[in-house]
């Protein structure tokens, strides 16, 4: 069956948007690809570690040289030894006197390495969304546990939640196991969010007393949020706080309908986190390429830090437009 019959909507009434910038956001797009390299006086005197003042061996590479080769390679999809080769190429053709971190440091310290956020600028209070998608990881793959009838103990997924404002920036992240829980991470993906949340949008998974609760301590006086409430759900009580919007939501539902409710709540506004999860899939990839844990979550925090980078170039505007 083709995709568009599938469709509740009919197509002829389906929202056309028109964007309105087309040469700035084509701009931003080349620059995305933009090759050139250069390395700043700061970041050539800060290549080399400094000494750590204790016995023993010393680092030779500070966190500044790891971050950079580490980055490199996510944006462009290379093995530890290709970024190797990679790097101590742009070295030498910018002729500079730095030695190359190899490949084999270069996993070691991605485990332990600290990954500073890129901060994005903030216009006041934000409007949010929360999700989450899966990352492959090396592991024995659905096709092997099909064809072999195992139980496939080692997961081969790993879940990246992703809280997305307006404008399409990753205000927060964190990578989890497949078996986490949606609300419960989402509570703490609020809790990294230093500017005011005056608006939120998410799916049912985040539909807990514990969520509302931690949007009322992470929000404006006037949050507005619009989560559906289950299937079953009926008014509860006590009201505290936050907690009546899901009563009033579950109301209206009664009222109006569920799709109806959806239309008027501007719930379909959580399609800004698929939209987000899409473009980080598109720009990193679906796949993790480390192999333990902790190696995993810096590689995820990179990948953020390289999407919000592209994000902060240029974003197309788009407006509705009447068919």
């Not at 599938?6 to 197509?11: E, G, L, Q």
């Amino acid at each position: 069956m083709d995709a568009r019959t599938k469709s509740k909507v009919n197509p002829k009434y389906k929202t056309k948007y028109r964007v309105q910038n087309w040469a700035a956001y084509e701009q931003s797009l080349r620059c995305r690809g933009d090759l050139t390299v250069w390395f700043d006086e700061g970041a050539i005197g800060a290549w080399n570690a400094s000494s750590s003042g204790l016995p023993g061996g010393q680092r030779r590479y500070s966190n500044l040289a790891i971050l950079t080769a580490l980055t490199l390679r996510t944006v462009y999809h290379l093995a530890l030894r290709q970024t190797e080769g990679f790097v101590a190429s742009l070295i030498g053709l910018m002729g500079l006197e730095l030695e190359t971190p190899d490949h084999t440091t270069l996993s070691r310290r991605s485990g332990t390495l600290e990954v500073p956020k890129f901060v994005g600028r903030h216009d006041g209070p934000i409007h949010l969304v929360i999700d989450s998608t899966g990352l492959k990881i090396v592991g024995d793959g659905e096709w092997h546990a099909y064809k072999h009838r195992s139980s496939n103990k080692r997961r081969s997924w790993r879940k990246l939640h992703l809280a997305v404002r307006d404008g399409g920036f990753i205000e927060a992240s964190v990578l989890t196991d497949s078996r986490a829980d949606d609300a419960t991470v989402g509570e703490d993906l609020l809790g990294k969010i230093v500017v005011p949340v005056a608006s939120f949008r998410g799916d049912g998974a985040y539909d807990s007393r514990a969520f509302y609760a931690a949007l009322g301590r992470a929000g404006t006086p006037d949050i507005d949020i619009v989560i559906p409430p289950r299937r079953k759900a009926s008014p509860s009580r006590p009201v505290e706080g936050t907690w009546q919007q899901r009563n009033e939501a579950i109301d209206r539902i009664a009222q109006v309908g569920r799709r109806q409710w959806r239309k008027q709540s501007g719930a379909h506004q959580q399609a800004r986190a698929e939209n987000g999860m899409f473009r980080y899939k598109q720009i990193v990839g679906n796949r993790l390429r480390a192999r333990t844990f902790e190696r995993q979550k810096r590689e995820a925090m990179i990948g953020v830090n390289i999407v919000n980078r592209m994000t902060a170039l240029g974003m197309p505007r788009s407006q509705a437009i009447m068919a």
